[in-house]
């Protein structure tokens, strides 16, 4: 039993995007006490989808000191300042939850409360006047601010930044095995021993990280850890991805476009647009979501259609003995918010904080479990959220979404706004209050009331700092230059990769 043994030998099975940001992670801030040891099989293709990220992907780079000029270039990526999502509330509707905080907070209150006194004043601006992020996507706008005040996350070609993880994880040690695994050998306490793969090479390791997809080979094929079915709540279960050519400049933003049993992605690089629709197989059938699919989208088709069958939820332990799994095969919850990525960051992150140099802890394994289970709880909640708040009664889906139990976490979040504007988050939430309340107010959610400290300022005072708010926004945007514009000057994507 491995216990009270040291961990030197980390083997990640899995050369996806979860593998290689492992291997680069755990090579550069750990590579001169562990080795570490890639296995990736040439035959089982990587899911290839998986483009759009959130901020804090920008800190993990910077642990890895990554240059985003050479990075964005490699990636073709392009700059997300959040996502539009359109056709959610009602048809025809659409809203933004962008990255940053609209308007200005005070100790006492968040922004919107001045902003719902403001529409008792007759002040009717929605609130993306109030946010540069907005502003900047709805202007297609796009160039780094002092002091990181204009916030933004990438799309990226997943492909490419697998390849460039991989450079960085080799030059900093870690050792790559093609194969594929075809047999896991348990000690007598059940903790991973060896893997063997088709070669009959046989690769021993301390400590295993599972990033081998949905079929979670290690976590749940031999340590049968168990899964958390989330489906009742979040009932897609299917995608269809495909890749276009663009037929116009990048926008800095993902579109999320609801339809009858689903959504519809387009995530534009400078290269091409990602696309896809994440559908319930209830309610559309594999051919019609293609069909539908191809019939909303520009540009030539690059690849053909993939369909992607998943089950959202999560592992009950995503450390599980000596096994670690990260990414598809710890579970998955669908991509509206684009939080699978920044999940497996937080998994890295938390694996190397809590590292077991001198042997598995039930302490550490705890721990951990503990923080990955509360992180994953508020982005299931979050994304239940967008579908479960809305008007849309037009397809069973919907009907089936509207009438839908919640979870009583985001039925008290809920019931805490409409009654009192107000948002609390706590620790290792991804999503802050201003994501709550962009999504809250934009699918519908309309507070009855708003902190007393906005009744505070004189309504004209109130009525000029609102506006004043806006003009400055409005300043700041006329200097801006177009996206495109940046990205050609800043990162323009190369061609030898
Ligand atoms: P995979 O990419 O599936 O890689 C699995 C690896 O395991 C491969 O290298 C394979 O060769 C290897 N492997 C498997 N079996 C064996 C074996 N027997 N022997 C050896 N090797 C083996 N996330 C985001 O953050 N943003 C998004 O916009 C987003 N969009 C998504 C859209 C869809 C439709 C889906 C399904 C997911 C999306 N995700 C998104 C999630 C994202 O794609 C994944 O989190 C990410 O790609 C990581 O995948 P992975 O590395 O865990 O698995």
């Given at each position: 039993m491995i216990g009270d043994r040291a961990v030197r030998n980390v083997v990640i099975v899995g050369g996806g995007t979860a593998g290689w940001m492992a291997a680069a992670s755990l090579a550069k801030i750990l590579g001169k006490s562990i080795s570490v040891t890639l296995i990736e099989s040439d035959e089982i293709v990587t899911v290839?989808?998986?483009?759009a990220t959130v901020p804090p992907l920008i800190q993990l780079h910077c642990y890895l000191e990554i240059n985003e000029q050479e990075f964005l270039a490699f990636v073709k990526g392009s700059i997300k300042l959040g996502i539009s999502f359109e056709n959610?509330?009602?048809?025809?509707e659409n809203y933004g939850h962008m990255f940053g905080k609209p308007g200005k907070s005070t100790w006492a209150a968040d922004f919107q409360h001045f902003w719902l006194r403001g529409k008792e004043l007759?002040?009717?601006?929605?609130?993306?006047?109030?946010?540069l992020e907005s502003k900047a996507a709805q202007h297609n706008k796009f160039i780094h601010m002092p002091n990181a005040s204009l916030n933004y996350a990438y799309h990226l070609d997943a492909g490419f930044y697998a390849k460039f993880l991989r450079n960085i994880a080799e030059k900093a040690g870690a050792s790559r095995i093609e194969g594929t695994v075809v047999n896991v050998a348990l000690d007598e306490d059940d903790y991973i021993k060896s893997i063997e793969l088709a070669s009959g090479q046989i690769v021993e390791g301390d400590l295993f990280i599972d990033?081998?997809?949905?079929?979670?080979?290690?976590?749940?094929?031999?340590?049968?850890t168990g899964y958390e079915d989330w489906s009742h709540w979040l009932p897609c279960d299917t995608a269809v991805a495909v890749q276009t050519e663009s037929v116009r400049d990048p926008v800095p933003y993902t579109r999320a476009i609801a339809h009858p049993a689903g959504w519809q992605w387009q995530i534009p690089l400078q290269h091409r647009v990602g696309n896809g629709l994440v559908y319930c197989s209830r309610y559309i059938s594999d051919d019609d979501a293609k069909k539908l699919l191809l019939e909303n989208i520009d540009g030539r088709l690059i690849t053909e259609p993939k369909i992607i069958k998943y089950r959202t939820g999560q592992r009950?332990?995503?450390?599980?003995k000596n096994c670690v799994a990260l990414g598809l095969a710890s579970g998955f919850i669908e991509p509206l918010e684009s939080t699978s990525i920044h999940l497996i960051f937080r998994g890295i992150l938390r694996l190397i904080q809590m590292?077991?140099?001198a042997g598995i802890r039930a302490c550490d394994v705890d721990e951990y479990n503990e923080q990955m289970k509360v992180e994953i709880l508020n982005v299931r909640d979050f994304i239940i959220l967008h579908y479960h708040l809305?008007?849309?009664?037009?397809s069973p889906f919907w009907q089936y979404c509207k009438n839908m139990e919640i979870p009583e976490s985001l039925e008290q979040r809920m019931r805490m706004f409409r009654e009192t504007g107000k948002v609390f988050v706590k620790s290792y939430?991804?999503?802050?209050e201003s994501s709550w309340i962009q999504v809250m107010l934009g699918q519908g959610l309309i507070p009855e009331n708003y902190h007393?400290?906005?009744?505070?300022?004189p309504a004209d005072d109130l009525v000029k700092f609102l506006a004043d708010i806006r003009a400055q926004v409005n300043q700041t945007l006329q200097k801006m230059p177009t996206h495109k514009d940046y990205l050609d000057f800043y990162c323009k994507a190369t061609d030898w990769n």
């Open positions: 290839g989808v998986g483009e959610w509330k009602n048809i025809n007759g002040v009717h601006n929605p609130l993306s006047d109030y946010s990033c081998s997809g949905f079929r979670g080979l290690l976590i749940e094929q031999a340590l049968h009950l332990k995503h450390w599980n590292f077991p140099s809305t008007n849309r009664t037009d939430e991804l999503f802050f007393p400290v906005a009744n505070e300022m």
